[in-house]
């Protein structure tokens, strides 16, 4: 089971980019997605959250700019970043919690990380 992530790139203050996360796997039922993010010699921060009974949240640093939601299908969500600043700059890592419908085993996973930076 593994998470496909997407998106990512340079762009100018103010801009927009958005980042998708899939899981490439039938026998996974994603219960939590979610991005976080690291820059170098921090620790990782979550950014965004999502629930798929409809549930959000959001770091303080990124209310009312990032928007986290379900993309096209069960088990997939994106984030669309609007408006944003030098200090979005990080590598972003998709994660995802739930079930291996195979063994009922409970699992949390990480996508490789895709970086974002924002400069002019």
């Known amino acids: 089971v593994q998470l496909q992530a997407s998106g990512g790139g340079l762009v100018q203050p103010g801009g927009s980019l958005r980042l998708s996360c899939a899981a490439t796997t039938t026998i996974f039922s994603a219960d939590v997605m979610a991005w976080y993010r690291q820059t170098p010699g921090k620790e990782r921060e979550l950014v965004a959250g999502?629930?798929?009974?409809?549930?959000?949240n959001y770091a303080d640093s990124v209310k009312g700019r990032f928007i986290i939601a379900e993309d096209n299908g069960k088990n997939t969500v994106y984030l669309q970043m609007n408006s944003l600043k030098p200090e979005d700059t990080a590598t972003y890592y998709c994660?995802?919690?739930?079930?291996?419908?195979?063994?009922?085993?409970?699992?949390?996973?990480w996508g490789q990380g895709t970086q974002v930076t924002v400069s002019s």
């Open positions: 994660n995802a919690r739930g079930l291996n419908l195979v063994t009922m085993g409970y699992l949390e996973l």
């Open positions: 999502f629930t798929f009974n409809g549930g959000t």
